[in-house]
């Protein structure tokens, strides 16, 4: 069974993982597994590990060079976003008047090279995770318990971008989903919605994230 490891930034993305790109690629390539693993932020002398969050790119580096060493899978992919992201992170400060959809091409043409091996496919979320489930802002309200009032704020909290992924980092889509939904919960909430809004959608909304499940395919498919 052909396993991609999945280096993610928290609890968030691990379900997301888990529950909504798995069934996915089961579905499509029925001998595919994806394996979420959240990122170790921290380790003290007695054992203790943190997770979740990226606050240096040694912690993603040194975690992704191990998972590298895991022959039992085909492929290494990250999620990260470009919100937040180190300043320690390959060629941040020269890509960083570039416009959003070349930086993070850069950003993640300079990850791949520093990693330096053919099995890894790095993504970043342009900017945020919760740009996915911005692709229908009907079902989030549904989701938080609020009808068409709620998705006409959420609209309203979104509008001017032509797509999810130009949600920029000035008011990233995590603040506007709370602006509009105070109750809304990242991790309760964020994969719930994406299940429901579905990967087609999501994918016909987002071309970037579009792009990188169309390159976990290919590799699943090379293996299978």
Known sequence: MPKINVLVEGQTEETFVRDVLNPYFCNVHPDSYLNPIILQTKRVFDGTTFKGGLNKYRQFREQAVRLLGDNGAVALTSVIDLYALPRDFPEYASTLNLPYRERVRA??????????????????????????????????????????????????????????????????????????????????????????????????????????????????????
């Not at 509009?180 to 964020?190: I, S």
Request: proline residues 6%; glycine residues 12%; contains cysteine.
């Open 107 to 224: 950003l993640e043409g300079a990850l791949a090279a520093d990693l330096d091996d053919v099995r890894f496919i790095p993504y970043m979320s342009t900017h945020e995770f919760e740009a996915l489930i911005l692709a229908d802002t009907t079902i989030v309200a549904q989701v938080v318990g609020e009808g068409p009032a709620g998705a006409a704020r959420l609209g309203g909290a979104i509008g001017g971008f032509t797509n999810p992924e130009e949600v920029n980092t000035v008011s990233p889509p995590s603040k506007r989903l709370i602006d509009a939904f105070p109750q809304y919960d990242k991790v309760r909430h964020g994969p719930i919605s994406a299940s429901r809004i579905g990967l087609d959608t999501i994918k016909g909304a987002c071309e970037h994230f579009a792009e990188w499940i169309a390159l976990l395919e290919v590799r699943c498919g090379a293996t299978g």
